[in-house]
């Protein structure tokens, strides 16, 4: 899988590939990848909307303080909503997708 938006250095293990899904969608990322890094080097800027007027939000910063990027992890009963994709370390398997929609994310109904 070609991941355009990859740069090289940093924290990232290149030869420990992890599979993670989004939105129903299964994509790969790298060993010292968060969730946010691995979606935005996937290509994926749209990553949730807002909450009272469903306006686009992407990623815009890089830690603890970030507005935008929540998201919510696993599935069925042990759901975590409100999760920061900056502060989430991406492991095998992961489970994660975007809130504050109606319909597909990219084509939100309200």
């Not at 991941?3 to 994509?27: E, T, V, Y």
């Amino acid at each position: 899988m070609s991941q355009p938006n990859r740069i090289a250095g940093g924290q990232i293990d290149d030869k420990h590939a992890l599979s993670f899904r989004w939105n129903g969608r299964n994509l790969t990322g790298y060993a010292g990848d968060t969730l946010a890094s691995a979606l935005l080097a996937n290509g994926i800027r749209l990553v949730g909307r807002s909450f009272k007027y469903h306006r686009p939000r992407g990623i815009f910063s890089s830690g603890s303080e970030e507005p935008n990027a929540l998201v919510q992890l696993r599935e069925g009963a042990a759901q975590e909503p409100n999760t920061r994709a900056t502060m989430v370390e991406l492991f095998d398997g992961l489970v994660a997708t975007s809130q504050n929609h109606r319909g597909a994310l990219e084509w939100d109904l309200l």
